[in-house]
């Protein structure tokens, strides 16, 4: 017997629901300065109508411009989609370590149907970036986790100024990708919650 989870996955294709693409195209990658090679091969955009969403928004004050540009294009492509105004909270946290336990109190004392969080860590000339970025990766799962609503990880972690402008100011729009991810999270739920 499947489990619960399974089975209504099941139903809901069963119902005539589109499948997922079998598939799968070759990621197209980029090379950094440092020679690492990332993918821009971003998943085929969803359409989700964010009628009757909320969002609950946890942004870093550190890189401020930067965090801004991102919590505007979350913002943005939130409104775009449908989630009223009114149905998006947005709490400001001092930098990216503080993000979970923000994500943590959202979580537990508003509910929403989804949390993003966004921060940006910029290498240094120490390994603590490696340190806060690690933290808040594991704590915001772990609040996805224990809390059962989805918490998308915004924290744009780069190796210099460039890479994070280039995500937050520039053409590679992490804002818009991380307000899909939340769309689409925040459906899905809505989806196995009937």
Known sequence: MPA???????????????RPEKRLRPARRTRTQNGFSMSLAVP????????GLSVGIVASRYNPTLVDALLHQVFENLRA???????????????????????????????????????????????????ISEAATQGLMRVALDSRISVIN????????KQAEERCLGKINRGAEFARAALEMADLKRRFSK
Do not use: M
């Open 81 to 131: 989609a449908g989630v009223k105004k009114k149905k998006i909270c947005v709490h400001r946290v001092p930098g990216a370590n503080e993000l979970p336990s923000a994500a943590q109190w959202l979580a537990t004392a508003v509910k929403p149907d989804v949390i993003v969080a966004l921060g940006v860590i910029i290498r240094g000339d120490t390994s603590h970036y490696e340190l």
């Open 44 to 51: 085929q955009e969803l359409t989700v109508d964010g009628a």
């Open 154 to 161: 915004g924290v744009v972690v780069a190796e210099n100024q």
């Open 4 to 18: 619960p989870e399974l089975a209504s996955a099941l139903a809901f294709f069963a119902k005539g629901a589109r």
